[in-house]
Nanobody, 114 residues
Framework: QVQLVESGGGLVQPGGSLRLSCAASGITFRFYMMAWFRQAPGKQREFVAHITSGGNTNYADSVKGRFTISRDNVKNTLYLQMNSLKSEDTAVYYC????????WGQGTQVTVSS
């Protein structure tokens, strides 16, 4: 059974940092290009970053230079280090394959507010 479980979200002040995790099970994680997405209230889900099986990365312009995606293929876990957070980063964050063809997890809420 495929399962994605996101964690690590919370309330943080502008300029702060958070590290998100996504634990994957039921898939051959190390072969998959994985990504983080986010959905803000009233908006469509949008791409944040992706990482290939070999570790190459790509970021949305809005997070480039502030966020870092990484993966641990032994622990089957995807990470997103978020620094210099802004109010516009407030959203529910999800992980999935780049193709978005795995069952979505529950996501983890990130709220950036003073």
């Amino acid at each position: 059974q495929v399962q994605l479980v996101e964690s690590g979200g919370g309330l943080v002040q502008p300029g702060g940092s958070l590290r998100l995790s996504c634990a994957a099970s039921g898939i051959t994680f190390r072969f998959y290009m994985m990504a983080w997405f986010r959905q803000a209230p009233g908006k469509q889900r949008e791409f944040v970053a992706h990482i290939t099986s070999g570790g190459n990365t790509n970021y949305a312009d809005s997070v480039k230079g502030r966020f870092t995606i990484s993966r641990d293929n032994v622990k089957n876990t995807l990470y997103l280090q978020m620094n210099s957070l802004k109010s516009e980063d407030t959203a529910v964050y999800y992980c999935n394959r780049v193709a978005q063809n795995l069952p979505w997890g529950q996501g983890t809420q990130v709220t950036v507010s003073s």
